[in-house]
T-cell receptor
């Protein structure tokens, strides 16, 4: 089944404790992206990757890191999480980017709470 | 920054029609998407407009006017399962999407 998976789905952690949220897709998509969703603010793009070893900042990259060493995986790293990073995180992928009829396929989401 | 506005909430009756408006002022424009998101779930694709006019897909239609910076999503013959948030997203370039805050639609029996 074609899908985007994220792990963990739920995470409660404490300030400063490094964490990684994994994202994997099995559709051979070149483009992957991370979003956070907060009430009243909608989805905001954190980082995106056009292909292996090619990444760029979205609108809210501060406090996050990413890497794209393999086409299928795009982990999101929080080196020193803070309470303002408490949010619902979505990973998405598409064939070539966001233009044209490049439908974004979203993962199920990761609900992160930083105490 | 990007400015994408849509109403926060709308309520309608089962079987009725609801129109969700989206206005945008953005640094770039390469098309507009509508996504549906049920509570606690991932967004799913509904429609994409890049040229002016109406695109129809079953009970859902989406309209775009680039000169007015305006789009709407029309939901006909509303069903209870249509209760969800509807997200308007502007494609800024080949790699960046900017989303509105979403419109929560509640369908009442």
């Amino acid at each position: 089944e074609a899908q985007v998976t994220q792990n963990p789905r739920y995470l409660i952690t404490v300030t400063g404790k490094k964490l990684t949220v994994t994202c994997s897709q099995n559709m051979n998509h070149e483009y992957m992206s991370w979003y956070r969703q907060d009430p009243g603010l909608g989805l905001r793009q954190i980082y995106y990757s056009m292909n292996v070893e090619v990444t760029d900042k979205g609108d809210v990259p501060e406090g996050y890191k990413v890497s794209r060493k393999e086409k299928r995986n795009f982990p999101l790293i929080l080196e020193s999480p803070s309470p303002n990073q408490t949010s619902l995180y979505f990973c998405a992928s598409s064939l070539y980017g966001t233009s044209g009829y490049n439908e974004q396929f979203f993962g199920p989401g990761t609900r992160l709470t930083v105490l | 920054g990007q400015n994408i506005d849509q109403p926060t909430e709308m309520t309608a009756t089962e079987g009725a029609i609801v129109q969700i408006n989206c206005t945008y002022q953005t640094s770039g424009f390469n098309g507009l998407f509508w996504y549906q998101q049920h509570a606690g779930e991932a967004p799913t694709f509904l429609s994409y407009n890049v040229l002016d006019g109406l695109e129809e897909k079953g009970r859902f239609s989406s309209f775009l006017s680039r000169s007015k910076g305006y789009s709407y999503l029309l939901l006909k013959e509303l069903q209870m399962k249509d209760s969800a948030s509807y997200l308007c997203a502007v494609n800024l370039n080949d790699y960046k999407l900017s989303f509105g805050a979403g419109t929560t639609v509640t369908v009442r029996a």
